[in-house]
């Protein structure tokens, strides 16, 4: 937090206007502060899972026991199919057997359409509610003044869990392949190829941009979606510059309390970091479709230099404001990269390539189970730290005697508090205080940086300005008689005691404190000035 307030804090330079910049190095940060960072741990959850979607896509072409083990951990499927049978829906004639294809890109484009839906539907509710509460108009009153930042919120974050998705489904309309009916090794059995030329991934029997159904599906959902795609991060990237510029992204801002979720978990610099996270998912996804027709190695090559190259930059430039984080996310890509290499590796020995020499079908399934084993192994490091996490918010919830642990006599206690206020509802309300009082907390810790950034500022001010004033009774005393240096004396006397006694009281006080401080600091300042004085001397200063 107060990285960020420094930060991106508008400055005026010395010659002119400017920006501070500051050196940065990653702030440490233990285990245990680290699970109370619930929303960066989803993050980095979230991403993980998300880049093993797309590299799922790859392995599906294999049907290998590594492929059906990643697809019961991916969190977006590639496909409808992990989400519902189309085959169980749809009715069983020719026309719905040619149009399939069809169905399930709807499908896909539906499913996320389908929870922003649902999400509304929830918002509206609770809005109707609060406006029966409040007397107040449901359109231009609750949802426009309370409920609009929530709203925009809840959908970018469901945009960014469904992004993967969308991007597999939009670009994949144009993933074609080129056939030859000399020998196709693409052709299934017992079919024949009629004409040389580029056909659809998605449904051989459809040439690209010849067959109608594909040059529809191209203009109308191929090229408005990419554009789309492409301006999501961004438009985004766009927009937090352009706050940034007007100094809106601090933690006292009214528009850093509604969307600070977009920055909040990088390092003031690098604001944008989450741009680029999601267009390395696009590019990643672009790589797999872009290079299916040349094969599964230059598809792996290709995943593991955009992967390489996001390693590099995050090591390169710690986009993160903690250390665990960082390397959290350099081990969620050293695994990915892994997983790349060593499926890679055995691509290359079924192609009877020279760098395996062709190696045995135990070897290579020994290495698929072994990416296999490194992605459970990081999704059980990943799951075991959440665990943990939500063990510390119980024991913050529920422990009634402080003692860290809950017992039988905590849980007693707590239940006579539930009854007290409320019966169940009681207990849901503190649940979700739990979660609210974190954020309250950080938010007061923010100012109280900022205060004691200030008051370190007044007290460097005040001892310069008694040392000035030191230097100028000295200087002054040489050419003036010895009774006004020796005023002049007690006078800057008092005024350094002053000034030690008002940094004292600041250096261990806050609030009331520093207001009786500041009025015992009289009584010091004057003892101090009649113990300088000549003896006999009845003028105080």
């Known amino acids: 937090g107060g990285l960020f307030a420094r930060e991106l804090a508008p400055a005026k330079a010395a ?22 960072v619930f929303k960066d741990f989803l993050q980095v959850f979230k991403d993980f899972l998300q880049v093993l979607s797309i590299l799922q896509a790859v392995l599906l072409g294999w049907q290998t026991a590594a492929a059906a083990a990643m697809s019961s951990i991916a969190v977006t499927p590639m496909s409808t199919k992990a989400w519902i049978s189309l085959d169980c829906v749809l009715p069983r004639n020719d026309e719905v057997a040619t149009n399939q294809v069809f169905y399930q890109i709807a499908a896909q484009l539906l499913l996320p359409l389908l929870y922003l839906a649902l999400m509304l539907a929830a918002f509206l509710l609770y809005g109707i509610i609060l406006s029966m509460r409040t007397k107040q108009p449901l359109l231009r009153g609750v949802i426009a003044k309370r409920l609009a930042a929530p709203i925009i919120s809840a959908a970018l974050c469901m945009l960014s869990y469904f992004y993967p998705s969308l991007a597999y489904t939009i ?33 051989l029997q459809r040439q690209c941009f010849v067959d109608p159904g594909h040059r529809v599906w191209a203009l109308a959902l191929g090229i408005p979606g990419t554009l789309a795609l492409l301006a999501y991060p961004l438009l985004q990237g766009v927009i937090l510059h352009r706050k940034a510029q007007q100094g809106q992204l601090t933690p006292t801002s009214d528009w850093f309390g509604s969307y600070g979720h977009l920055v909040e978990d990088f390092r003031p610099r690098l604001f944008y970091w989450g741009s680029i996270v999601e267009l390395r998912k696009l590019v990643l996804v672009a ?41 959290l996310h350099l081990a969620c890509a050293a695994v990915l990269l892994a997983v790349v290499w060593l499926n890679l590796f055995v691509a290359v020995g079924e192609e009877g390539g020279a ?11 020994a290495l ?31 422990d009634a005697d402080g003692d860290g642990r809950i017992s039988w006599g905590d849980l007693q206690v707590n239940v006579a508090q539930m ?7 009681g ?39 008694a040392a000035a004033a ?6 002054s005393g040489k050419g003036k008689g010895n009774k006004g240096a020796q005023q002049q004396q007690q006078q800057a006397a008092a005024g350094a005691a002053l000034t030690s006694a008002y940094s004292n009281v600041i250096k261990g006080s806050g609030g009331m404190m520093v207001i009786g401080g500041l009025a015992g600091s009289g009584n010091v300042a004057g003892s101090a000035a009649a113990a300088a004085a000549p003896p006999g001397s009845s003028k105080q200063p």
């Open 15 to 36: 010659g002119g206007g400017g920006r501070v910049a500051i050196n940065y190095s990653p702030a440490s940060l233990t285990i245990g502060e680290l699970f109370e």
């Open 287 to 327: 790589v797999v479709l872009g290079l299916a027709s040349t094969g599964v190695i230059s598809q792996l090559v290709g995943c593991s230099l955009v992967l390489l190259g996001f390693a590099a930059a995050t090591m390169g430039l710690l986009p993160y404001p903690y250390r665990v984080l960082n390397r």
């Open 419 to 425: 009854r007290a206020k409320g019966g169940l509802m």
């Open 368 to 398: 698929q189970l072994l990416s296999v084993a490194l992605v459970v192994a990081m999704v059980a490091v990943l799951l075991g730290m959440c665990g943990v996490m939500f063990y510390r918010k119980a024991v913050e919830l529920l």
């Open 470 to 475: 030191a230097a100028k009774v000295s200087q």
């Open 171 to 203: 670009l994949g309309v144009f993933s074609c392949r080129y056939l030859d009916p000399s020998g196709d090794k693409y052709l299934i059995p017992g079919e024949e190829l009629t004409a040389r030329g580029w056909y659809w991934t998605e449904d």
């Open 355 to 365: 760098l395996s020499g062709g190696i045995s079908g135990g070897h290579s399934l």
């Open 427 to 465: 207990a849901v309300g503190k649940l979700l205080c739990c979660f609210g009082d974190t954020q309250q907390q950080q938010q007061q810790q923010k100012p109280g940086q900022q205060q004691r950034q200030q008051q370190q500022r007044q007290r460097t001010a005040m001892r310069k300005a």
